[in-house]
C-alpha cells in the first residue's frame, strides 16, 4: 500500500499505459463544468492536482484558460504532456508531491479533482482535505468528480461514499452540490459524485 506514496511507483505505471482508470479523454463532467464558466473565468488560476495524463488541463488550454497549473510526482506523464502541449507555459509543469506544495507560494481561484482522491493512500484522506484548503483562495473552489462506490481493494482506484466524503470535507469546505452524475462517461455511469465545495475561509 505504502508504494503508492511513491513518485516510482507512479512513474512506472505510466511507463507501462497501465493506468487501469484512464479514459484517455477528458471526463464529459468536468468538460461540462468547463464549458460553462464566464469569460472572466479564463484568467483566474486553477489548479489540476495528481493531473496525470492532464486531459483536463489540456481541455482548458485549447480553450483559452492563461493561468492553468499541472502538478503530478511521477516526470512521465508531465512530459508527455509538454510534448502534446508545446505552447503551455513549462513554469506551470510542476513534478512535485500535492501534499508538499507551499499554500504561501501557491494560491488557487479553482482546484478540479479528477482521479486524483481516489488514487491517494485513504490514510491520507485527511491530509488531501486539508491541503485543499489551504492551497485554495478565500472562497475559492474545489470542483470535481469523486466515485461513489466500493471497490473492495487494496490498491487504487478506491472508492468511498457520499456520507463519508461529507463527514471529510465539511470540516474546511462548505458543500454546495455533492449528487450523481447524469453525464459521466458510460463506463462510469452510476458511479461519480459531482462536488462542488468552497473554501469555508
Known amino acids: ?17 497501465s493506468i487501469s482508470w484512464d479514459m484517455g479523454e477528458v471526463s464529459p463532467p468536468l468538460k461540462a463544468y468547463i464549458d460553462q464558466l464566464p469569460a472572466s473565468a479564463k484568467n483566474q488560476s ?12 489540456g481541455y482548458l488550454h ?3 484558460f492563461t493561468n492553468v497549473t499541472l502538478v503530478d510526482f511521477a516526470p512521465a506523464p508531465i512530459k508527455t504532456f509538454a510534448e502534446r502541449y508545446p505552447s503551455f507555459p513549462p513554469e506551470h509543469l510542476i513534478c512535485a508531491d500535492f501534499f508538499t506544495l507551499s499554500p504561501s507560494q501557491y494560491q488557487f481561484d479553482l482546484i478540479l479533482e479528477q482521479t486524483f482522491f481516489c488514487a491517494i493512500n485513504p490514510t491520507h484522506r485527511d491530509n488531501y482535505v486539508q491541503q485543499m484548503a489551504a492551497l485554495l483562495k478565500p472562497k475559492g473552489k474545489l470542483v470535481g468528480l469523486l466515485f461513489d462506490k466500493d471497490f473492495g481493494k487494496d490498491y487504487p482506484p478506491f472508492g468511498g461514499s457520499a456520507a463519508e466524503y461529507r463527514q471529510r470535507f465539511e470540516s474546511c469546505l462548505d458543500i454546495k452540490i455533492m449528487e450523481l452524475c447524469y453525464n459521466s462517461h458510460p463506463a462510469r455511469q452510476g458511479s461519480e459524485l459531482f462536488v462542488m465545495m468552497q473554501n469555508q475561509r
Open 1 to 17: 500500500m505504502e508504494n503508492i506514496n511513491q513518485a516510482n511507483f507512479w512513474q512506472q505505471h505510466y511507463e507501462q499505459n
Open 62 to 64: 485549447e480553450q483559452g
Open 46 to 57: 486553477i489548479l489540476v492536482a495528481g493531473a496525470g495524463n492532464a486531459y483536463e488541463v
